[in-house]
């Protein structure tokens, strides 16, 4: 139940392209939702994060689209750019009870080709 | 300023050796972090300071042993690894101390190279 499913596994978009990267969860008592960009041999670094009070969050070329329902989270890369190959994880953490961990997803290996 | 800084960059040790890794952090964050992060794989969170007191240990082998001596810095003393031991070491830091509830968002330094020989 603490498990934070992430899919693809790898994704390869043109250059301009939208990535999209998925993710679902099976315990309710997460309630914040960070996506952490990571190139290699460099610690992540956090991209966005939402909360469930909202459905959707936009920072520039980034967005997370929330699934409350559904358990679901998505990240979409817009305008996909060479310099966004990178691995994505999204994460999740317990409001209460949980000392503030992080569950990560498995990852996703994006790159964007030109 | 949302930087973590960690040294060294790359670790080489032998499996008799006794090393350490260092992190520090001026953000006022009361809460910091240890995780292992091995090739294509996400990070594994160790062990947790809040308030300067250990609040999670992740069942980590004794060999591992993490300090906290003041609320900037955190270190992690190795000592009798083994080679699987070998990955990313990662530091982070959140404002507020774990247990205080969750949506605290997670500072990650650059990580410690570490490889066991």
């Known amino acids: 139940q603490q498990q934070v499913k992430q899919s693809p596994q790898s994704l390869i978009v043109q250059k301009g392209g939208i990535s999209i990267i998925n993710c679902a969860y099976e315990?309710?008592?997460?309630?914040?939702f960070p996506w952490y960009q990571q190139f290699p041999g460099k610690g992540p670094a956090l991209l966005i994060a939402i909360r469930p009070d909202v459905s959707e969050k936009k920072e520039g070329r980034f967005t997370i689209s929330f699934n409350k329902s559904a358990k679901q989270f998505s990240l979409h890369i817009m305008d996909s750019q060479p310099g966004d190959s990178a691995t994505y994880f999204c994460a999740a953490s317990p409001f209460t009870g949980g000392g503030n961990k992080l569950t990560f997803g498995t990852g996703t290996q994006l790159k964007v080709e030109l | 300023d949302t930087e973590v800084t960690q040294t060294p960059k790359h670790l080489v040790m032998g499996m008799t050796n006794k090393k350490s890794l260092k992190c520090e952090q001026h953000m006022g964050h009361r809460a910091m972090y240890w995780y292992k992060q091995k090739a294509k794989k996400p990070p594994e969170l160790m062990f947790v300071y809040s308030y300067e007191k250990l609040s999670i240990n992740e069942s980590v082998p004794s060999r591992f042993s993490p300090e906290c001596p003041n609320s900037s810095l955190l270190n992690l003393h190795l000592h009798a690894l083994q080679p699987e031991d070998s990955a990313l070491y990662l530091c982070?830091?959140?404002?507020?101390?774990?247990?205080?509830?969750?949506?605290?968002?997670?500072?990650f330094g650059p990580g410690t190279r570490l490889l066991v020989l």
């Open positions: 315990n309710t008592a997460f309630d914040y």
């Open positions: 982070a830091s959140s404002q507020h101390p774990a247990g205080t509830g969750g949506r605290e968002t997670q500072y």
